[in-house]
Each structure stands twice: as structure tokens, then as C-alpha cells.
């Protein structure tokens, strides 16, 4: 995968300047939001440094610097009585889903007919792609109409479609196997399982949820 000079970001802060309560602080250190989502990836997600510098489109080393810096700004408000000030970037998230029209989510996931990516960055939300499903492919080639993610058993559905989905941001459902959960987590998107209510409504509960 070619590197980017500017990360991919996810997380989004609830809170962007924080400091001690029991002392004035004499400093405000500025972490950078690449800091910020490294230390997200790796110590709040727990994910292997490896798999951070592939979620956020970086090479190893850049995101060792960057998680090594954060720790040290971190450390610093509780040593050194200082606070930190989050330079936040704008984001851009991008979510995929489940779909059999291409633009409602479907109530299957391995066997949906197809995957739906969508772009929000905070202002609107627009259909990037729609995506085949090869496994959908795959059981109508033989003969199998899709009815439920039962039906696409043995045909590999755990190793086809993460890959898919590895540009995501999050990947939501309404329902997902916890092997195929793993799996997309395991490439660096977020997986969010939906309410029922979000099968027509889709844009109204990501925004609700993201926001």
C-alpha cells in the first residue's frame, strides 16, 4: 500500500484541551491529531504498531515517532504540570455497509449483494462506490439465491470480503459473525452494529453515531 505524507484519521475528541485541576498549568503542549490517533489505534484499540501504520496510511517508523511523542506529551501534564491542546484536523470518515440496492442496508452481511461506501466529512455525506460482493456472485453462479448469511458457509467469506472493506473507516451492520468482526477489525476499520431501525434510516442513525 503506498505511504500518504498525511495520515488517515479516525478518532474524533470529545474534549480538546485538557489540564491539571489541582495546579495552575505553565504550559500548553499542542498534540498534533496524528498523535492523538496514534495513541488511539495503539492504546486504546490495542492494535499491533504494524497494523496502526496500515490503518493510518503511514510507514512504521512515522508512526512510532508520532506514538512515542504523544506518550511524552501525556506524561508531561501529570509531571511537569502542563496541559495539552489537541490540533485537531478536519475529518473525513469514510463508512461501508451492507446493501441490496445500493442504497438502504441489508439485513445480511457475508451474502448481501452489495457493499455501499459512503464518504461523510461533517458537512455532507455522498456514495463513494458500490461494491460487488463476490460471495453474492458466488452463490448465484451456483444456482443458490441468497436468502441468509447461513447459505454462505465454506465459501470463504472470512478471508473475500475484508479486504474489501479495508479503506473504511467503519464498516456497519446490523448483524455480523464474531470471526468476520475480527477479521475486518483486524485490517483497521471500526465495526458498528446498528439497530434494527437503521435499515431504512441508515444516513439519519451514522450521523447520530459519529457525531
Known sequence: ??????????????ALHVG?????SNYNVP?????LEALYLA??????????????????PTFTKLLKSARRKCASVFLQA???????????LRAIFPSEDGKTMSDRFQSARYFVSIVWDEFEIV???IIKNPIYEKMLASGTHPIGDEQAKGLGAGRLIPPLLEN???VCALQ???????NIIGMGPTVQILPKSAHNELLRVLVEKLG
Open 1 to 14: 500500500m503506498p505511504k500518504r505524507s498525511c495520515p488517515k484519521l479516525t478518532c474524533k475528541p470529545k
Open 20 to 24: 491539571p485541576l489541582g495546579a495552575k
Open 31 to 35: 498534540l498534533l491529531h496524528e498523535e
Open 43 to 60: 492504546d486504546v484499540k490495542g492494535m499491533y504498531h504494524e497494523a496502526c501504520a496500515e490503518a493510518m496510511e503511514i510507514s512504521r
Open 82 to 92: 502542563q496541559s495539552l491542546r489537541v490540533d485537531l484536523k478536519p475529518l473525513k
Open 127 to 129: 456514495t463513494e462506490s
Open 168 to 170: 473504511a473507516s467503519i
Open 176 to 182: 455480523m459473525g464474531e470471526g468476520m468482526e475480527r
